[in-house]
């Protein structure tokens, strides 16, 4: 079973990156990184009903210019676990469930010979393995496969995008 939710809202705000010194004709390597609590609510494939998605993400991005050209990196990881809920975010105690554990990471380098592009976009796919911390198999594990597009202008990163969120019964 597969739904497919799309989502146009920006799921991340890199705080202090809009006219900081992140400057894409320097010479110097910059790196940065934020910690961003990260809490959504899924679809569950699996079980029909929804689950409530917590945890941290770690976004780095570094940029650097040398000889041999401009280079821009991102990096996000995540890591957290979810809960069964009700539709509109209640958690379901009945029965429950023990909680999902989920960890990812993924990211991209892209290289400019040339030097800094005026404008560079980049479409990321994270995919979170949503498994019950269990010792009993339950049939319930999911993979929650987001969509993420970021946008450089000049070397300097606009607001991530999460463009859709797809959700698969494994």
Do not use: W
């Given at each position: 079973?597969?739904t497919?939710?799309?989502?146009?809202?920006?799921?991340?705000?890199?705080?202090g990156?809009t006219?900081?010194?992140?400057?894409?004709?320097?010479a110097?390597?910059?790196?940065?990184?934020?910690?961003?609590?990260?809490a959504?609510?899924t679809?569950?494939?699996?079980?029909?009903?929804?689950?409530?998605?917590?945890?941290?993400?770690?976004?780095?991005i570094?940029?650097?210019?040398?000889?041999?050209g401009?280079?821009?990196?991102?990096t996000l990881?995540?890591?957290?676990?979810?809960?069964d809920?009700?539709?509109?975010?209640?958690?379901?105690v009945v029965?429950?469930?023990?909680?999902?554990?989920?960890?990812?990471?993924?990211?991209a380098?892209?290289?400019?010979?040339?030097?800094?592009?005026?404008?560079?976009?980049r479409?990321?796919?994270?995919?979170?393995?949503l498994m019950?911390?269990?010792?009993?198999v339950?049939?319930?594990?999911?993979?929650l496969?987001?969509?993420?597009?970021l946008?450089?202008?000049?070397?300097?990163?606009?607001?991530?995008?999460?463009?859709?969120?797809?959700?698969?019964?494994?």
């Open positions: 079973m597969k497919r939710v799309s989502i146009a809202v920006a799921t991340m705000i890199l705080v990156l006219g900081s010194p992140l400057s894409a004709q320097t110097v390597p910059i790196n940065y990184a934020f910690d961003l609590p990260l959504k609510v679809s569950n494939p699996c079980t029909g009903g929804f689950t409530l998605v917590q945890g941290t993400a770690h976004l780095a570094a940029a650097s210019k040398s000889t041999s401009f280079q821009l990196s991102v990881s995540g890591s957290g676990n979810g809960i809920v009700s539709a509109d975010g209640t958690p379901i029965g429950a469930q023990p909680q999902y554990l989920y960890a990812s990471r993924f990211g380098t892209t290289t400019f010979p040339e030097g800094v592009p005026q404008y560079f976009e479409t990321l796919i994270a995919n979170d393995y019950r911390d269990s010792l009993t339950t049939n319930d594990s999911y993979m496969n987001s969509t993420f597009r946008v450089f202008s000049n070397g300097l990163p606009s607001l991530p995008v999460l463009e859709s969120v797809d959700v698969v019964c494994k």
